[in-house]
């Protein structure tokens, strides 16, 4: 027995030998296209979560048996594999990969490739941002994603363009997109984004794509996601200084004539004594008694000014300058990688005399990776702006525009009184008879500014708990205080004699929002079982919003030059305040499936439960289903590269005001008396979408994209008239419904 005992143990310590002898360390350097060292690449063992990264100098090392196969990846470049022989050390050369599947993560639970939507997301990287420099993200999308259309309704350049992608979804409320910051659903301006930050823009135009985000995403979203340092392995420093002008692109046409008799003396129409305003009334183009101008018997609109005669849209509409200069640096190392930019910005309007709106704003981005399994991303940014609000609409004293288009052109608006501040009463105003008022008198003598601090930030843990299953949490906060303030002097001249105005008024307002957002998620990925792969994602997500206000204003200014609202008597101040608070919880369950990387299913089921529903229906549920067949994978077509046919039906909506499910009462000194009846029952509305598309990408280096969607919106909220028994006049309802192909 004992050379048999022997003989075995001989044998399982030469097996023993063998396997130990097959493992070894092997080690190398792995390069780009030139021969740098990329620090950061991965390096696996395929079919095994066992791997390493790369250090500053590119070189990496890790145990491997013979005949394992590594993997070799790195951001923008083509995987590589190779084969462990009996060497013991493999340097990796890198290609660019000019074939990379772009990736979405807007509308999609994980990071998806667009080759795998079911829908339609629109995407925009910083290249093509750059092209056309703007001063704003959204001047930035123009042109550059199909049924966007982007909206400068206002002249005030601290005013961000409204941006509508595809049809409305609301009759009365209003249209505008989510936006989203690096995953930080915001609730502010999209003006005080540098664009010089943006890596790149996510547009989901409809409700199919939007369910992810429920009750929130009526109008669509945009996602700007900023730059992170990734993949910069050197420090990289920019600095960038962009000047340029903006103004009114073209003249506006103005009349030149008038329906009013000539003086046939040739005593000129519009011609003033030296020492007034007064017109001489003796010319015979006035009526003697009432000092009016006399109708021409013709009644035409065809005489002509036979004085001289001034453009005043183009004596008050100037272009003005902008500037922009921008500082930034950005590395990305092994384990970690930062941006860091600061941004000064600058933009007059049209009209000179009117202060120019400044925003000052610092972002800092940080990506740390302290264990293979945990990653941190922390996401900062400050912004401060000023500028100014004007009246663009309607008629009156006030509007900046209305006098430049109705004034009569024997006045000019430049004209300056003794003490050089531009004339309230202009030469010959009386004539007119309007209740114009010369708006660079306006610009010139009241302040009417805002100041505005905004603080943005985020941050997201993910930790892999298995190779197909991580957990997520994060944590966001939008907090904005803006300051309104606005001053008419002591003496300030109005059309008509206002006794708010004329003695002095001032008014201070005080916003503060803050918006804090949590969320948790489970997802399972890559979970392949024959030719099916499947990803899961479960998560929570929890709002708390809050918003006070306070407003005091007064008028008739008891002493010069004190500029508060004590400087007014006790029963010319008006003080109102306000506080609100919003929570809202939302769930979903997304499921992603395809068969083969050819035929991919989508389905995703939200809950969104908010104190703004009616506390009588607290809570609804969103959709959507999605599917999309590769054909390019069945079928080899000469010339295409891609060939996807997609469909998907999914519902998102709109939150109801704030105020649309309590009383609202008008409260006077004499009289309290009930307006807007609550509606406890108030749900969402729904937007209910069914598109259907084909993305084609062909050649090489062309796409095309053609998209058919029709979305009918029901339960909009109308503001519905009330019979007079109510008690009440009106009520907010779930009542309106509309539709847009």
Known sequence: MKPKFTMILM???????????????????????????????????????????????????????????????????????????????????????NNLDEVIVTGVAIGTSTKKLGFSV?????????????????????????????????????????????????????????????????????????????????????????SLYGSLAGNGVIQIITKKGKGQRDMKTTLRFETGQSGIENDYPLSNTHPFVNDPLGIRFGDWDNDSSTPDTSNYGFDLTSGNRVLDSDGLHDNEYLSRTYDNAKNIYTSQLFTTSTASVEQGLQNFNYFISLQDHEQKGIIEPLDPFKRNSFRTNFGARPTEKLTVDLSASYIKSNGINVTEQGQGGSNYFYAALAVEPFMNLTEKDENGVFAAVPSGYNVQGDNFQNPLYIADVIDNNFKRNRILGGINVKYDITKNLFATASHSIDRSHSRVFIYYPKGFITPVPNATLNNGFIRIDEFTSVSNISSAELTLHNINFGDFNLAATAKYLYEDRSFDYLRASGFDFIAEDVINVENTLPDNQVISSEIREEKTRNYFLNMDLDYKDKIILSGLVRRDESSLFGKDNRSRIYGRGAIAYRLSEDVDINGIDEFKIRASYGTSGQRPSWYAQYETYSVTSSAIEPRILGNKKLLPSVSAELEAGVNISFLNRFNFEFNYSNTKTKDDFILVPLSGVAGFSQQWQNVGEIEST
């Open 11 to 97: 044998l399982l310590a030469l097996g023993v030998q063998m396997v130990f002898a097959q493992q070894k360390t092997v080690s190398g350097t792995v390069s780009d296209e030139n021969g740098l060292p990329l620090p950061g690449a991965t390096v696996i063992r395929a079919g095994t979560s066992s791997g390493t990264s790369t250090d500053f100098d590119g070189k990496y090392q890790l145990t491997a048996n013979i005949g394992d196969t590594l993997e070799i990846s790195y951001v923008g470049y083509a995987t590589q594999s190779l084969t462990v022989g009996a060497s013991n050390t493999y340097n990796v050369s890198m290609l660019l990969d």
């Open 122 to 210: 629109g995407k925009v990287n910083k290249e093509e941002l750059q092209e056309v420099p703007a001063v704003d993200p959204a001047n930035a999308l123009r042109g550059k994603v199909s049924g966007v259309r982007i909206v400068q309704a206002s002249g005030n350049p601290a005013s961000a363009p409204e941006i509508r992608l595809r049809g409305s979804t609301s009759i009365s409320g209003n249209q505008r997109p989510l936006l989203i910051v690096d995953g930080i659903i915001t609730d502010g301006s999209i003006r005080d984004i540098a664009v010089e930050d943006i890596e790149s823009m996510e547009v989901v135009k409809g409700a199919a794509a939007a």
